[in-house]
Antibody, heavy 120, light 110 residues
Framework: EVQLLESGGGLVQPGGSLRLSCAAS????????MNWVRQAPGKGLEWISV????????YYADSVKGRFTISRDNSKNTLSLQMNGLRPDDTAIYYC?????????????WGQGTLVTVSS | EIVLTQSPGTLSLSPGERATLSCRAS???????LAWYQHKPGQAPRLLFY???IRIAGIPDRFSGSGSGTDFTLTIRRLEPEDFAVYYC???????????FGQGTKLEIK
């Protein structure tokens, strides 16, 4: 069974940092392009970052560029998101999502999400 | 950058009725690289269609996707109670990728 399990969310002060993780199981993680997507309270889904299968290429939405860094460890089947310079408008549920292939395809699999709250 | 606009924002219908959800792109979507997702509160979003009309295995055939170019539609033929959720369209496949989502359509029970 395909499973994506996010962790690392919590309450952080504005300007602070947080590192999210996504543990993958039930599929060949190294063959999948992975993404982070977030949903702010009362808002829709927002794609924020993608990383290729090898980790050699990464892309970001303008809203997080320069503050967030996506990475992966294929030996540990883990996706990460380092979030620095957090702002109140970064408050959201953060989902990891994967495409089962080496193209920028649709998101076949999703985790349940982890909540990040940025507040003083 | 392509912007996706979904309409209506909220759709109030009764079980058994037909739902028609629209997703309009500000520019033509290459190769019809458009996906639809269903999202229920407290759950992970679920991929329904890719390529505008290719149904994911396990999705009931009362769901259908159609369209090309700039206009896309998700149709649910006879609503079941479990179909009430928020539905999103999404672009994919660009390089560099900008996996833009539409703002969503909330399908609620009337």
């Amino acid at each position: 069974e395909v499973q994506l399990l996010e962790s690392g969310g919590g309450l952080v002060q504005p300007g602070g940092s947080l590192r999210l993780s996504c543990a993958a199981s039930g599929f060949t993680f190294s063959n999948c392009i992975m993404n982070w997507v977030r949903q702010a309270p009362g808002k829709g889904l927002e794609w924020i970052s993608v990383i290729t299968t090898s980790g050699s290429s990464t892309y970001y939405a303008d809203s997080v560029k320069g503050r967030f860094t996506i990475s992966r460890d294929n030996s540990k089947n883990t996706l990460s998101l380092q979030m620095n310079g957090l702002r109140p408008d970064d408050t959201a549920i953060y989902y990891c999502a994967g495409h089962r292939g080496n193209t920028y395809g649709p998101f076949d699999d999703w985790g349940q999400g982890t909540l990040v709250t940025v507040s003083s | 950058e392509i912007v996706l606009t979904q309409s209506p924002g909220t759709l109030s219908l009764s079980p058994g009725e037909r739902a028609t959800l629209s997703c309009r792109a500000s520019q033509s979507v290459a190769h019809n690289y458009l996906a639809w997702y269903q999202h229920k509160p407290g759950q992970a979003p679920r991929l329904l269609f890719y390529g505008a009309s290719i149904r994911i295995a396990g999705i009931p055939d009362r769901f259908s996707g159609s369209g090309s170019g700039t206009d896309f539609t998700l149709t649910i033929r006879r609503l079941e109670p479990e179909d009430f959720a928020v539905y999103y369209c999404q672009l994919y496949g660009d390089s560099p990728p900008l996996h833009t989502f539409g703002q969503g359509t909330k399908l609620e029970i009337k």
